[in-house]
């Protein structure tokens, strides 16, 4: 069945930097369009960045020029490397599997921006 693993979460300082992972097993990764989601308390999930199959990247705008995804399809693995964090950045962070087909979702990761 499909997993999706997140890891590389914590607690930063403002400014810092985080390396999320997504560790992707029980489907032909290499297929699929990969992204990342993050939900603040009492806020939707909102998307953050996605990478096509062919490795096309896009980055929300509250986010562009501090963060960027990539991908290995040979490890099946999808990153959001993120620097200078803001404490507005602090949210669960769910790495998802989109399309073709349905979307999974990983247990999501907990990232805090804070001094």
């Known amino acids: 069945q499909v997993q999706l693993v997140e890891s590389g979460g914590g607690l930063v300082q403002p400014g810092g930097s985080l390396r999320l992972s997504c560790a992707a097993s029980?489907?032909?990764?290499?297929?699929?369009?990969m992204a990342w989601y993050r939900q603040a308390p009492g806020k939707q999930r909102e998307l953050v960045a996605t990478?096509?199959?062919?490795?096309?990247?896009n980055v929300v705008d509250s986010v562009k020029g501090r963060f960027s995804i990539s991908r290995d399809n040979a490890k099946s693995t999808v990153t959001l490397q993120m620097n200078s964090l803001k404490p507005e950045d602090t949210a669960l962070y769910y790495c998802n599997k989109g399309s073709p087909g349905k979307d999974y979702w990983g247990q999501g990761i907990q990232v805090t921006v804070s001094s």
């Open positions: 029980g489907f032909t990764f290499k297929f699929y369009i």
């Open positions: 990478v096509t199959s062919s490795g096309t990247t």
